[in-house]
């Protein structure tokens, strides 16, 4: 089994500032690409950041320059520092992982349970 929990989502006044973490833990071999997506209230769920093993990163247009998408892979974590926040970043932030759990299988796409983060204006 494996599981990602996510933590630092809040409430934040705009142009503030959150820190969002996302460990995985459990059965690991690997872990692939590892990302963060939004979903904001009757909208879609959408790519906000991803980062690959090799700490290439990937940007939704709507954060680049405000958000920073980071990992430490000796402890399995994603970050998503997130600053200059807008009302329209409201939303719940899901975290996502691209796994193997043992050597010679395939990877599986999990997922965090989500943390909300509210921008006030």
């Known amino acids: 089994q494996v599981q990602l929990v996510e933590s630092g989502g809040g409430l934040v006044q705009a142009g503030g500032s959150l820190r969002l973490s996302c460990a995985a833990s459990?059965?690991?071999?690997?872990?692939?690409?590892m990302g963060w997506y939004r979903q904001a209230p009757g909208k879609q769920r959408e790519l906000v950041a991803a980062i690959t093993s090799g700490g290439s990163t990937n940007y939704a247009d709507s954060v680049k320059g405000r958000f920073t998408i980071s990992r430490d892979n000796a402890k399995n974590t994603v970050y998503l520092q997130m600053n200059s926040l807008r009302p329209e970043d409201t939303a719940v932030y899901y975290c996502n992982a691209d796994i193997r759990s043992a050597w010679g299988t395939r990877t599986r796409d999990y997922w965090g349970q989500g943390t909300q983060v509210t921008v006030s204006s």
């Open positions: 459990g059965s690991i071999f690997s872990i692939n690409a």
